[in-house]
Every structure is written in structure tokens, then in C-alpha cells.
């Protein structure tokens, strides 16, 4: 199928089932039938969202960009222009490393040590006499 093709939400909402699954995403239609088996999530999640706007749910659970690239081969079209809705994406998490904030990691140990020296003191002068 071409991916020029445009598709009303009722006729998106037909295609509801295992044996014929489409989503919307971000104003495209996919057919994910063939993708169901090798969903990493489960196809229950994928036929949850069958024949309807899965935009927010997909953005919620912060899909990869491989995951966004792997879309590609499965869009048969676009919701029509009057039912499109915009939704922004959302980006991968940016992970920070552990060295680039060494202050950060000076804090994490510098209390306990603080309160391993303070309970140090108080049973030496407590207990020596």
C-alpha cells in the first residue's frame, strides 16, 4: 500500500484485531498485524491500542529512535487532515555520566562518612570510661 493513502479515525477504527491491527501515531496509520510476534512490549499492548490514537501511549513509554526508524515499514498512510491532532514528541532520556559531576558523587558518600565519624566519637566517649 502506498503511504500517500488517507484514512479517516472510523475507518482506522475497524481494523481493531489480532488479524488486522492499525494505530495511529502522530497522524500516520500503521499496520502493525505483522509486527504483533515481535513487539518487545507484547502484542497485548499493541492490540489494546487497536483501531485507535495510540500517540500518547507510545510517547509515554519513551520509544528509542530505533524504535521510531523501525515505524517506518509498517505506515500505510495519514489520518485525514480535519482529525489530526498534534501531540509533540518526546526525545530518548539523556543519561548523565557518573564522572562529568564529581560533586554529585563527592555528596553521596561524604554524609555517611560524616555520621560514621559522629557515631564514632559518641561510643568513645560514652563507652571508654
Known amino acids: 500500500m502506498s503511504a500517500d493513502k488517507v484514512y479517516t479515525l472510523a475507518e482506522v477504527a475497524k481494523n481493531n484485531t489480532n488479524k488486522n491491527c492499525w494505530l495511529v501515531i502522530h497522524n500516520n496509520i500503521y499496520d502493525v498485524t505483522a509486527f504483533l510476534n515481535e513487539h518487545p512490549g507484547g502484542e497485548e499492548v499493541l492490540i489494546e491500542q487497536a483501531g485507535k490514537d495510540a500517540t500518547e501511549h507510545f510517547e509515554d513509554v519513551g ?41 554529585q558523587s563527592a555528596k553521596s558518600w561524604l554524609i555517611p562518612l560524616v555520621l560514621g565519624v559522629f557515631a564514632t566519637l559518641l561510643y568513645t566517649f560514652y563507652f571508654s570510661k
Do not use: C, Y
Not at 76 to 101: F, H, M, T, Y
Open 63 to 103: 520509544h528509542s529512535t530505533d524504535a521510531r526508524d523501525m515505524m517506518k515499514k509498517f505506515k500505510i498512510g495519514e489520518l485525514v487532515e480535519s482529525e489530526r491532532k498534534v501531540v509533540p514528541e518526546k526525545s530518548e532520556p539523556v543519561w548523565q555520566n557518573a564522572n562529568s559531576d564529581s560533586d
